[in-house]
């Protein structure tokens, strides 16, 4: 199983940034799918998740209002639309695949990407 996340960089404050989650050697459909993301110094926290059918999503706090999770089965993909963005958003990004259901709990992810950088500047 891959996940391949990418659409990470650097960009100012208020800016808009669309991560992307490819998946490989998995039945994309049967998964919930979810966002984190761990800054320096910092655990890896919950940003989103949306469940298999894509019909249910969930969002942490820091990204409800800014952050949009949404996936394409037939793409085996999913995304994850920030606007707004504000340096506090700056961390590593990381995508999981979930067999049962979606979660806010990282422990319930049993895939992961390998992470991308997203960096926001004041």
């Known amino acids: 199983v891959q996940l391949q996340a990418s659409g990470g960089g650097l960009v100012q404050a208020g800016a808009s940034l669309r991560l992307s989650c490819a998946a490989s050697?998995?039945?994309?459909?049967?998964?919930?799918m979810g966002w984190f993301r761990q800054a320096p110094g910092k655990d890896r926290e919950f940003v989103a998740t949306i469940d298999w059918s894509g019909t249910v999503t969930g969002y942490a706090d820091s990204a409800k209002g800014r952050f949009t999770i949404s996936r394409d089965n037939a793409e085996n993909t999913v995304w994850l639309e920030m606007n707004s963005l504000m340096p506090e958003d700056t961390a590593v990004y990381y995508c999981a695949a979930a067999r049962w259901g979606y979660s806010t709990t990282s422990g319930r992810y049993d895939f992961w990407g390998q992470g991308t950088q997203v960096t926001v500047s004041s």
């Open positions: 050697g998995v039945t994309f459909s049967r998964y919930g």
